[in-house]
């Protein structure tokens, strides 16, 4: 059975850090793109950054360049999702997703295949 559970998430200032971890369960980690979405109420669902776990070849929305490092250890089966100066813009329910087939260009798209449960990331100005 695919798992992905998300942690790390909470309340932080503006300008402050949180380290998102993915636990990835049930797949051959390897073969798989990891992304990471947010969805602030009323709004779409928006990748944020994506990761090919065998090459770590990474993509990023532009919204988080620069301040949002996506990395994984495959020895863990674990991506992580590293947000620095953080903003109240940021503030949303924060999903890894898995997907084997998708291009890392295309990696934004919400389209994968194995969702987590979420996790949320509240950030006060």
């Known amino acids: 059975e695919v798992q992905l559970v998300e942690s790390g998430g909470g309340l932080v200032q503006a300008g402050g850090s949180l380290r998102l971890s993915c636990a990835a369960s049930g797949f051959r980690f390897d073969d798989y793109i990891i992304g990471w979405f947010r969805q602030a109420p009323g709004k779409e669902r928006e990748g944020v950054s994506c990761?090919?776990?065998?090459?770590?070849?990474?993509y990023y929305a532009d919204s988080v360049k620069g301040r949002f490092t996506i990395s994984r250890d495959n020895a863990k089966n674990t991506v992580y999702l590293e947000m620095n100066s953080l903003k109240p813009e940021d503030t949303a329910v924060y999903y890894c997703?898995?997907?084997?087939?998708?291009?890392?260009?295309?990696?934004?798209?919400?389209?994968?295949?194995?969702w987590g449960q979420g996790t949320q990331v509240s950030v006060s100005s």
């Open positions: 997703a898995a997907d084997r087939w998708v291009a890392l260009v295309r990696g934004l798209i919400p389209n994968y295949d194995y």
């Open positions: 990761i090919r776990s065998r090459t770590a070849s990474t």
